[in-house]
C-alpha cells in the first residue's frame, strides 16, 4: 500500500508580514517619511497637490487619530502639508 505525502501549498493571498516576519510598525514609519517627504518637496513644487497627500499620509502614519504618542515623521508632514496647502492655495488666489 503506498502512502501519499501531503505537499503543503502556500496561499498566494498570505500577507507578507506573515512570511517575512515584519511588524507593521516599519510600514506605518514608512508612510510617515513618504508624507513628510511630499510635504518637503511641496514647498517648491506642486503644493496644491502634494500638500494634501502629505496631510493625508501624516494622519494615516498617526493612526487616523490626535491622541497617544506620534511619530515625529508624521507630524511634520501634516503640519507642512497643511502650510504648503495654505500658501499654494494663496498663491493661486492672486
Known amino acids: 500500500m ?4 501531503r505537499s503543503r501549498i502556500r496561499s498566494p493571498f498570505s500577507s507578507r508580514s506573515s512570511r517575512s516576519g515584519r511588524s ?3 510600514d ?3 508612510i510617515a517619511v513618504v508624507g513628510a517627504v511630499c ?4 514647498f517648491f513644487v506642486l503644493g496644491i497637490v502634494l500638500g494634501p497627500l502629505a496631510i493625508i499620509f501624516g494622519w494615516l502614519a498617526m493612526g487616523r487619530s490626535w491622541r497617544g504618542a506620534k511619530s515625529i515623521p508624521a507630524v511634520v508632514a501634516v503640519v507642512l502639508g497643511a502650510f504648503d ?3 499654494a492655495l494663496l498663491w493661486l488666489a492672486q
Open 85 to 87: 496647502t495654505i500658501v
Open 39 to 42: 510635504a518637503i518637496v511641496g
Open 24 to 26: 507593521g510598525r516599519s
Open 2 to 5: 503506498a502512502t501519499r505525502t
Open 28 to 30: 506605518i514609519g514608512t
